[in-house]
């Protein structure tokens, strides 16, 4: 069955991921956590899908209270999923946007992009650079390296970050074939992107916290005490957090 070949896929991308990208990992915690000691904040950005990376590790049980996601409505896949697809290919939108938010020096942004090509990624990138921002990319070098940019600096969003953690997918993503079928199926970039994201966010608890820092958690909202806990995390952050 596919299931199992699928399985076996992520498998052996996921040990390429490790091995490849353990000192980013490292390195991309250590500026985040910086910034969570400094009073700053990490943004995380992407289109499309790559919206879920951002949602992934904002405002959930578990997760870093000082984590802003930045879900820019035009790039949703709602209400019609053409249009995310034709806003993330504009220039000089995404940068303006990033200038709107409560944003500084002491904050990082993590920007995903798999392909890394569009000027969504490549804007958010500059801007981000400008201000001062440290910028990780969520990324395949795979897949960027085999297309051409769409900015008009020419740049892709690898060129331009400061931490750079390859997603070891194939140009494409999809990986699976079978005869009967011209093309490729099933993406592997989430499951390794996600794996990615917790990742870093776990390493830059670790770090707070060997640095006598105590992290600012949620709390399930589920539990008798949750509430209050995170209604006071919210109070401290929301100036800083759009979404809350």
Avoid: W
Wanted: aromatic fraction near 6%.
């Amino acid at each position: 069955m596919k299931h199992k070949e699928y399985f076996t896929t992520i498998q052996d991308q996921m040990t390429t991921l490790m091995e490849k990208n353990d000192s980013s990992i490292a390195a991309a915690a250590k500026a985040f956590a910086q910034s969570v000691k400094d009073g700053g904040v990490v943004h995380v950005f992407g289109t499309g899908h790559s919206q879920m990376f951002a949602m992934e590790i904002f405002y959930r049980a578990g997760g870093l209270v000082p984590v802003n996601a930045l879900l820019i409505p035009h790039y949703a896949l709602f209400p019609k999923a053409k249009l995310s697809t034709l806003q993330e290919r504009v220039e000089g939108f995404s940068n303006q946007y990033l200038g709107l938010e409560n944003a500084s020096e002491k904050d990082s942004l993590i920007i995903v992009s798999i392909s890394g090509r569009n000027p969504s990624a490549v804007d958010m990138a500059l801007k981000a650079k400008e201000m001062g921002i440290t910028v990780v990319a969520v990324t395949s070098l795979a897949f960027s390296e085999g297309v051409t940019s769409r900015h008009s600096s020419g740049k892709l969003l690898k060129d331009l970050a400061d931490v750079i953690i390859d997603i070891p997918c194939i140009k494409g993503d999809a990986v699976l074939e079978m005869e009967g079928m011209p093309e490729r199926f099933c993406g592997t970039s989430t499951v390794l992107g996600m794996f990615v994201m917790q990742s870093m966010m776990a390493d830059t608890v670790e770090l707070l916290v060997q640095a006598g820092v105590k992290p600012p958690v949620y709390v399930s909202s589920n539990l008798d005490e949750g509430d209050a806990i995170n209604d006071r995390l919210i109070k401290q952050y929301s100036h800083q957090i759009s979404c809350l």
